[in-house]
Each structure stands twice: as structure tokens, then as C-alpha cells.
């Protein structure tokens, strides 16, 4: 019988309980990638993102607006109109977009002739007849009433309230962030 060293029981326990450690090491680095994402970014370094698995959206704070029926049939007609033709992003149009769904509603009798968003408010009442209502929420805004939206510098911005949202050349559930000059609508 070939003699054994007393030192081998200690050594086949020793790479027991490495086996069973690299193996729960394993196990740890798989259940870890399960949660991570491994990518490499634009400078090729390796990075990792957690991975979401369940998804919470966001309560609606504002839902789909009311008709107000002392509202001009034709602007409600418009704010169709207007989400109709409009595209998912800008086309850096908005006031054109508009000044085309007021025309072809028949809401306005010909077309605008102010080439900048923040001076439709102006061309609107003085012009077609519109009315600036009390209204400083675009969310309050009946449908088919124009949101006219000014900027220090630029055009500004304008868009018609739509019953699930806004549109002039691209169509959005939320309003411009731009300082809201007002709300024009006729009635």
C-alpha cells in the first residue's frame, strides 16, 4: 500500500472548498449579468447599465381635454385638421402648419400674412376676430383654441389644443415649455 502524505486530506479539502466557492462565485456572476447590461461605450471601454424589468409609468396629471361648445365649430374642425397633417417631430413650422388647418377649416378667411409664431396673437384678434381667453394653463385650453408662445430670441412658437394633446407641425401630448403669450380662440 503506498503511503500517503498526512498533509493530503488537508489538500483534497482545501480544493473541495475552492471548487465549491468557484462555483458559487459563478452562480453570483450569473444571477449579476441577469441584472446588467454589458456594453461598450464610444471610447470602447466596458461599461454595464442595470436592467429594468418592470416598468411604472407616469400617472396622467393632465388627461384628454373638454369640448367647450361655445367654441367656433370650425377651430374644433382645425385642431382636427392640424393633428391630421402633423409629423411626430418638428419641422420647425409650426406656424405655417396652423395658418394652414385655420384655412382649410374655414375658421379664417384667408391666410395670415405674419411670418413669425409670436405674432400670430396680434394677426388673430385684430385680423380674424379671435378673442384672448383667461386661460394661463395650456392644459385648460378648449379644444381648437390657438396657443401662441413667445421667446426672447426666434420665432416663438404656436399650436392649435387637440383633445388628446397639441399640434402644429409635430404633435405632442405636453405643451411647449416656451412663456405662453395666451390663448385665442372665437366664439
Known amino acids: 500500500m503506498p503511503k500517503t502524505s498526512p498533509l493530503t486530506p488537508y489538500f483534497i479539502l482545501i480544493c473541495a472548498c475552492g471548487l465549491l466557492f468557484a462555483t458559487a462565485a459563478q452562480g453570483q456572476l450569473a444571477g449579476s449579468a441577469k441584472s446588467r447590461f454589458v456594453f461598450k461605450d464610444a471610447d470602447g471601454r466596458t461599461d454595464s447599465a442595470e436592467v429594468v424589468t418592470?416598468?411604472?409609468?407616469?400617472?396622467?396629471?393632465?388627461?384628454?381635454?373638454?369640448?367647450?361648445?361655445?367654441?367656433?365649430?370650425?377651430?374644433?374642425?382645425?385642431?382636427?385638421?392640424?393633428?391630421?397633417?402633423?409629423?411626430?417631430?418638428?419641422?420647425?413650422?409650426?406656424w405655417h402648419y396652423v395658418k394652414e388647418a385655420l384655412v382649410a377649416s374655414g375658421a379664417v378667411n384667408s391666410y395670415p400674412k405674419t411670418a413669425y409664431a409670436k405674432e400670430a396673437a396680434t394677426e388673430l384678434v385684430s385680423t380674424y376676430g379671435f378673442k384672448k381667453l383667461p386661460v394661463r394653463d395650456p392644459y385648460k385650453a378648449p379644444v381648437g383654441s390657438v396657443l401662441v408662445y413667445g421667446a426672447s430670441k426666434g420665432a416663438g412658437h404656436v399650436e392649435i389644443r387637440?383633445?388628446?394633446g397639441f399640434a402644429s407641425d409635430f404633435r405632442s401630448k405636453i405643451p411647449s415649455p416656451r412663456p405662453l403669450i395666451g390663448v385665442y380662440t372665437k366664439l
Open 54 to 94: 418592470k416598468y411604472a409609468p407616469r400617472k396622467i396629471v393632465h388627461p384628454f381635454s373638454k369640448m367647450d361648445g361655445s367654441v367656433d365649430p370650425k377651430l374644433r374642425q382645425a385642431a382636427s385638421i392640424a393633428e391630421e397633417r402633423a409629423h411626430a417631430h418638428s419641422r420647425e413650422q409650426c
Open 162 to 164: 387637440t383633445k388628446s
